[in-house]
């Protein structure tokens, strides 16, 4: 089925998001998305604004989903955040954020505040 891949990424979604409110960010938007880009999850945290992007590898045989954020999607990322910021007239700190969430339980493998 076409569409497993798209629910699994949701689920995995709802697990960072679950697991970022354990440690005490504060959700502001899930699937920002404009024409232009999209974010995974805006969140904040200490008066700082994390934009985080999520990763789902059922296993790590092809490698981890963090080995998937290379220079094009931090560029990607960049921009999306920066137009995120511009809308939202921002003036705080920001970072580029990632989660990996992994296996057939869907658990926070790792996740890196700043990328």
Do not use: P
Request: hydrophobic share 35%; proline share 0%; with cysteine.
């Amino acid at each position: 089925m076409g569409g497993s891949s798209f629910s699994h990424g949701r689920v995995a979604e709802e697990v960072a998001v679950e697991y970022l409110k354990k440690q005490k960010y504060e959700i502001l938007e899930q699937n920002y998305r404009n024409r232009y880009c999209e974010i995974d999850i805006v969140a904040k945290k200490n008066k700082s604004v994390y934009f985080v992007e999520v990763k789902y590898r059922k296993s790590s045989a092809q490698g981890t989903g963090l080995d998937y954020i290379n220079a094009k999607k931090l560029k990607q990322m960049r921009f999306a955040s920066e137009m995120w910021v511009q809308e939202h007239g921002w003036t705080g700190d920001f970072e580029l954020s990632a989660i990996e969430v992994s296996g057939h339980d869907f658990r926070v493998a790792e996740f890196i505040s700043q990328v």
